[in-house]
C-alpha cells in the first residue's frame, strides 16, 4: 500500500525527521490561506499523486507570492500530472501540498527497501540525489552506496557514520545524517514498511539536513495491524473495479490483456494466466474467487470482470474442492442471465460435484464452451478472441 508525500512527511516528523513545515490543501483559495500561515516569502506547491518523478511533470512549482501560490494550485489541482511513472493518461490531482520552500545547497538520497535475496533491510544512499535512483544506479553504480542491515543489531551509529561519510555528508553533517538514517529505520520496522525514500534529502540554507520529497509504501497484508497506516489509504488512487473486488470478499487485480479471468485459488489462477500466455492471449486481469464461491460470489465476479472494457472473452476455471461444482455452475448461470453476457464464456469444472455441474450447464440451454482441462480452457479462450 502506497502513502502520499504528505503523509509520509507528517509520519517522518513524528520520528523527528526534519522535513519542512507545510499542509495539504484540496483547493486554490485554501493553498493561499495555508501559505500565509506558514508566512516567509517563498513556498512549493506540490501535486499529490502515488507516483514519482513529479517535478519533471510540471507537479513540483516554486511559487513568489502567496497569488502565486493559489495560481500554482489552481493549474495542478485537477489537472491530469504527466510523469515518467503514470503513463501517458496520467494521473488526476485532487490535492497538493504547500510548504516553506528550502534553499537547497546540495541533493542527496536516502533510501531502504527490502532485499529479498539477501533478506534484509538495505539501506541504498547516493549523493546524487534529487535524480532518479534507478538512472544513477544503471549509468553510474559507483554512486549508489548499499548496506545490508543485520536484524540482529539494526542499525547502529558506527554503519550510519559510514554510509554518511561515503556520501559526502561529514562534519557537522554527520550526526544529523545518523539521526535521519536510524530514525527512518525504526520508523521502517515499526510500521512494517516495503519501501522508504527521501530523495531529494538535502542540505538546505542554514546548513542543515531535511527531507524535502518523501515516500513509503507498506505490507497491505499487514496494514490492518496499523490503523495510524491503514487510515492513509487513498482509494482515489486505487482502481475502482479492484476497491470493489476487496469488498466482495474477491481478490482481483487489473492487467491489460482481453481474456478475462474468474479461477478460485491464487495458484490456479497464476497457471491459468501462463495457459492463457503460452497460448499467444493475454490475461485481462487476476482473480481469485477463493475456496467457499457462492453463486453470488461468481455473480459479481462477473459483474467486476466486465466492466473492463478490454475483456473480449471470459475463462471460468473452477477446481472444486471445498467448493462445488453445481454451486459454480448455479453462479454461472445465473449471472449470464442477470447480466446480458454477450462475450464467448470457457468454462472448465473439475472436482467435487462435476457432473451436477455439467448438468446444470447444460440444462441451462446457454452457449457456455465446455472445456475438460486447463490447457483446453486456454486454447479455446484465445481462439474465440479471433
Ligand atoms: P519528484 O519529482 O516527484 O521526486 O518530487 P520532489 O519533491 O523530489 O521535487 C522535485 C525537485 O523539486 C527536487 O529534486 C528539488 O530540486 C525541487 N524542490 C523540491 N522542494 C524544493 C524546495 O523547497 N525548494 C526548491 N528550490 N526546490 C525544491
Ligand atoms: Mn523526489
Same mark, same amino acid.
Given at each position: 500500500?502506497?502513502?502520499?508525500?504528505?503523509?509520509?512527511?507528517?509520519?517522518?516528523?513524528?520520528?523527528?525527521?526534519?522535513?519542512?513545515?507545510?499542509?495539504?490543501?484540496?483547493?486554490?483559495?485554501?493553498?493561499?490561506?495555508?501559505?500565509?500561515?506558514?508566512?516567509?516569502?517563498?513556498?512549493?506547491?506540490?501535486?499529490?499523486?502515488?507516483?514519482?518523478?513529479?517535478?519533471?511533470?510540471?507537479?513540483?512549482?516554486?511559487?513568489?507570492?502567496?497569488?502565486?501560490?493559489?495560481?500554482?494550485?489552481?493549474?495542478?489541482?485537477?489537472?491530469?500530472?504527466?510523469?515518467?511513472?503514470?503513463?501517458?493518461?496520467?494521473?488526476?490531482?485532487?490535492?497538493?501540498?504547500?510548504?516553506?520552500?528550502?534553499?537547497?545547497?546540495?541533493?542527496?538520497?536516502?533510501?531502504?527497501?527490502?532485499?529479498?535475496?539477501?533478506?534484509?533491510?538495505?539501506?541504498?544512499?547516493?549523493?546524487?540525489?534529487?535524480?532518479?535512483?534507478?538512472?544513477?544506479?544503471?549509468?553510474?553504480?559507483?554512486?549508489?552506496?548499499?548496506?545490508?542491515?543485520?536484524?540482529?543489531?539494526?542499525?547502529?551509529?558506527?554503519?550510519?557514520? #559510514?554510509?554518511?561519510?561515503?556520501?559526502?555528508?561529514?562534519?557537522?553533517?554527520?550526526?544529523?545524517?545518523? #539521526?535521519?538514517?536510524?530514525?527512518?529505520?525504526?520508523?521502517?520496522?515499526?510500521?512494517?514498511?516495503?519501501?522508504?525514500?527521501?530523495?531529494?534529502?538535502?542540505?538546505?540554507?542554514?546548513?542543515?539536513?531535511?527531507?524535502?520529497?518523501?515516500?513509503?509504501?507498506?505490507?497491505?497484508?499487514?496494514?490492518?495491524?496499523?490503523?495510524?497506516?491503514?487510515?492513509?489509504?487513498?482509494?482515489?488512487?486505487?482502481?475502482?473495479?479492484?476497491?470493489?473486488?476487496?469488498?466482495?470478499?474477491?481478490n482481483?487485480i487489473?492487467?491489460?490483456?482481453?481474456?478475462?479471468c474468474i479461477v478460485n485459488g491464487a495458484g490456479l489462477a497464476m497457471a491459468t494466466m501462463d495457459a492463457i500466455?503460452?497460448?499467444?492471449?493475454?490475461p485481462?486481469?487476476f482473480l481469485d474467487v477463493g475456496g467457499?464461491?457462492?453463486?453470488?460470489?461468481?455473480?459479481?465476479?462477473?459483474?467486476?470482470?466486465? #466492466?473492463?472494457?478490454?475483456?473480449?472473452?471470459?475463462?471460468?476455471n473452477i477446481f472444486a474442492g471445498i467448493n462445488?461444482?453445481?454451486?459454480?455452475?448455479?453462479?454461472?448461470?445465473?449471472?449470464?442471465?442477470?447480466?446480458?453476457?454477450?462475450?464467448?464464456?470457457?468454462?472448465?469444472?473439475s472436482g467435487?460435484?462435476?457432473?451436477?455441474?455439467?448438468?446444470?450447464?447444460?440444462?441451462?440451454?446457454?452457449?457456455?464452451?465446455?472445456?475438460?482441462?486447463l490447457?483446453?480452457?486456454?486454447? #479455446?479462450?484465445?481462439?474465440?478472441?479471433?
Open positions: 500500500m502506497d502513502i502520499h508525500e504528505h503523509q509520509t512527511k507528517e509520519l517522518l516528523r513524528s520520528y523527528q525527521v526534519p522535513v519542512p513545515e507545510g499542509r495539504v490543501a484540496d483547493a486554490e483559495a485554501s493553498a493561499g490561506i495555508i501559505a500565509e500561515q506558514i508566512g516567509g516569502e517563498r513556498w512549493v506547491v506540490k501535486a499529490q499523486i502515488h507516483a514519482g518523478g513529479r517535478g519533471k511533470g510540471g507537479g513540483v512549482k516554486v511559487a513568489n507570492s502567496i497569488d502565486e501560490v493559489r495560481q500554482h494550485a489552481d493549474h495542478i489541482i485537477g489537472s491530469h500530472l504527466v510523469t515518467p511513472q503514470t503513463g501517458a493518461e496520467g494521473k488526476l490531482v485532487q490535492r497538493v501540498l504547500v510548504e516553506a520552500a528550502q534553499d537547497i545547497k546540495q541533493e542527496f538520497y536516502l533510501g531502504l527497501v527490502i532485499d529479498r535475496t539477501r533478506q534484509r533491510i538495505t539501506v541504498i544512499a547516493s549523493a546524487s540525489g534529487g535524480m532518479d535512483i534507478e538512472t544513477v544506479a544503471s549509468t553510474d553504480p559507483d554512486q549508489v552506496i548499499r548496506e545490508a542491515i543485520d536484524p540482529a543489531i539494526g542499525l547502529p551509529e558506527f554503519l550510519c557514520r #559510514k554510509i554518511a561519510a561515503r556520501i559526502g555528508l561529514t562534519g557537522a553533517l554527520m550526526p544529523q545524517a545518523v #539521526k535521519i538514517m536510524r530514525a527512518l529505520y525504526r520508523c521502517f520496522r515499526d510500521k512494517k514498511a516495503l519501501m522508504a525514500e527521501i530523495n531529494p534529502l538535502a542540505i538546505v540554507g542554514d546548513g542543515r539536513l531535511m527531507a524535502l520529497d518523501a515516500k513509503m509504501s507498506f505490507d497491505g497484508n499487514a496494514v490492518h495491524n496499523y490503523p495510524e497506516i491503514t487510515a492513509y489509504r487513498d482509494f482515489d488512487e486505487e482502481d475502482p473495479k479492484e476497491v470493489e473486488a476487496s469488498g466482495h470478499g474477491l482481483y487489473a492487467l491489460d490483456g482481453s481474456v478475462g500466455s503460452f497460448h499467444q492471449g493475454r485481462a486481469n467457499g464461491a457462492s453463486p453470488e460470489k461468481i455473480a459479481n465476479a462477473f459483474r467486476i470482470v466486465l #466492466k473492463d472494457p478490454n475483456v473480449k472473452v471470459i475463462l471460468l462445488r461444482c453445481d454451486w459454480v455452475a448455479t453462479g454461472v448461470v445465473q449471472a449470464m442471465k442477470q447480466q446480458d453476457i454477450v462475450e464467448p464464456v470457457i468454462v472448465r469444472l467435487t460435484n462435476f457432473a451436477a455441474g455439467q448438468k446444470i450447464l447444460a440444462e441451462s440451454g446457454l452457449p457456455f464452451i465446455t472445456a475438460v482441462d490447457d483446453d480452457a486456454a486454447r #479455446k479462450a484465445v481462439e474465440a478472441l479471433a
